[in-house]
């Protein structure tokens, strides 16, 4: 789980003691009008979504250009080696790699202020032995050459002569973690918050050693005297963590991924694979602007994907809605699958239009999916206690640490709506974030092998095109 570590004396004093330096490496990006930032490709740092680029560097390099006023120029690479290069070439400012700093990058390159740390890992699969010391290894250890993980290894070998390490030009960290859950290698070394996202997606995947404890996560600058753009980085930084944009990404990336369980992971994704498609159509059917994935989420959570389950509080059917619930969505029967479904997509869009329409996504689905949890009155509880301690209240990231407080009188007894079991509305939405982000993969996995199976059409002339036959259905 990744946690913010943030130099705050650092942060805040620099800037009101030092004299202005003459502004060479910021002259030249104001100059050119853009900020050439290069970055790792991967789950945690940058990718091509659907809905365009997103990742977390990515989305704080884009805060960090638009407060300069510049463009953001992205370089990208699949390893952190091969922007180093570039770096020390001139031809990117920085490097927001999203990975901890081993001890060699801290002497030959210029730290920013550390805002994450993480652990380094021993990985390997659970259907597995689990090794208990590095002596134990009965495989190499493979990780990517010129990575941290490779340099925190090397050292681990004058202490352990008989530990093997592979290097690897052609897999990234995420490709690795992949290739220990399919079996085609024993062990890797990756970053903790990296594990925790790929075990939404194979739950085998388990740490068998902590190699090194709380390791800075920083963005890289040229060690040179020039210190221009490093004191604006400072700046960046201090004033992200004061107005709760680095907390805002964190919840956004990783705030739903704090607790791990195997068990429930496993479930899930043989669910998928066994119940779901019975109710896929469904589910497409009604979501309306929704995502369907989201719907299906929310009705896994709510009753596992059995449309007649009741609860001993009187909530029954695949959305788990309430007698009057149910009546105002015009649901006559709360067991019918179809009926449920399209009953819990009305009623989610019905919160979500119901919350202030200056709450941005994807705070104000989550919001309402505390809602439909917990009662939108509530809700509203929370967001005035969030304003109240001069937070933002239509960001889920704060708002989601004062729902839990509606628990105690000397909070709750100044709100409208009294008592209420806050915490378990939280755990609730990231239990439904969880199932989310897992389903998209599986769904975009399942919709690549489609894609790659799918006969093309090979023009053989200008006179007789070559006509691929219709997929059967």
Avoid at 204 to 226: E, F, G, H, R
Avoid at 258 to 266: E, H, I, K, L
Avoid at 378 to 401: C, F, P, Y
Wanted: charged share 25%; aromatic share 10%.
């Amino acid at each position: 789980m990744r946690r913010f570590w943030l130099s705050v004396g650092l942060s805040f004093g620099v800037l009101g003691c030092v004299p202005a330096p003459t502004p060479m490496h910021l002259h030249q990006i104001y100059q050119r009008d853009a900020l050439r930032i290069g970055i790792v490709n991967g789950p945690t740092s940058y990718f091509e979504g659907p809905d365009g680029p997103t990742g977390y560097e990515y989305e704080l390099a884009k805060i960090m250009a638009d407060r300069l006023g510049v463009k953001l120029e992205l370089v990208t690479a699949y390893q952190t080696e091969d922007l180093l290069k570039k770096l020390e070439q001139g031809s990117i400012d920085l490097v927001a790699s999203g990975g901890t700093i081993s001890p060699t990058l801290q002497q030959r390159y210029r730290l920013g202020p550390a805002y994450q740390i993480a652990d380094e890992v021993l990985v390997y699969s659970n259907n597995k032995r689990r090794p208990k010391s590095l002596d134990e290894l009965d495989a190499p250890v493979v990780v990517q050459q010129g990575s941290s993980q490779a340099e925190a290894l090397q050292l681990l070998q004058q202490q352990h002569p008989k530990l093997q390490v592979e290097y690897t030009n052609n897999l990234d960290a995420t490709e690795l973690l992949q290739q220990v859950a399919e079996g085609k290698i024993r062990y890797t070394v990756t970053d903790s918050h990296l594990l925790s996202i790929n075990q939404r997606f194979y739950p085998m995947l388990s740490t068998a050693i902590t190699l090194k404890k709380s390791q800075p996560v920083a963005w890289l600058l040229p060690a040179q005297d020039d210190d221009s753009l490093y004191t604006v980085l400072i700046e960046f930084f201090g004033k992200s963590f004061e107005n709760a944009d680095l907390l805002t990404l964190d919840d956004k990336y990783f705030g739903h991924i704090s607790r791990f369980n195997y068990a429930d992971t496993v479930n899930f994704i043989e669910a998928i694979d066994k119940q779901l498609p019975r109710y896929e159509p469904l589910f497409k059917k009604y979501a309306g602007p929704l995502d369907w994935r989201l719907l299906a989420s929310i009705a896994y959570q709510e009753s596992r994907w059995d449309p007649k389950v009741r609860s001993p509080q009187g909530v029954v059917g695949m959305m788990m809605l309430t007698v009057d619930t149910a009546n105002l969505m015009q649901v006559t029967s709360r067991v019918d699958a179809a009926q449920s479904i399209r009953g819990g997509a009305r009623y989610l869009k019905r919160l979500i239009d119901l919350l202030p329409e200056r709450i941005p996504q994807p705070d104000r689905t989550w919001m309402a999916l505390a809602g439909y949890n917990l009662g939108l009155s509530h809700i509203e509880s929370a967001r005035m206690l969030t304003e109240k301690d001069g937070a933002n209240a239509d960001s889920w990231a704060e708002v989601k640490q004062r729902l839990p407080l509606l628990r105690q009188r000397k909070y709750y007894r100044f709100t409208r709506t009294g008592y209420a079991r806050g915490d378990m509305a939280v755990n609730y939405v990231e239990n439904i974030r969880r199932y989310y982000e897992t389903l998209q993969w599986v769904d975009e996995q399942r919709a690549a092998k489609t894609k790659a199976a799918a006969p093309t059409t090979i023009p053989q002339s200008s006179q007789a095109p070559l006509r691929a036959n219709r997929p059967s259905h």
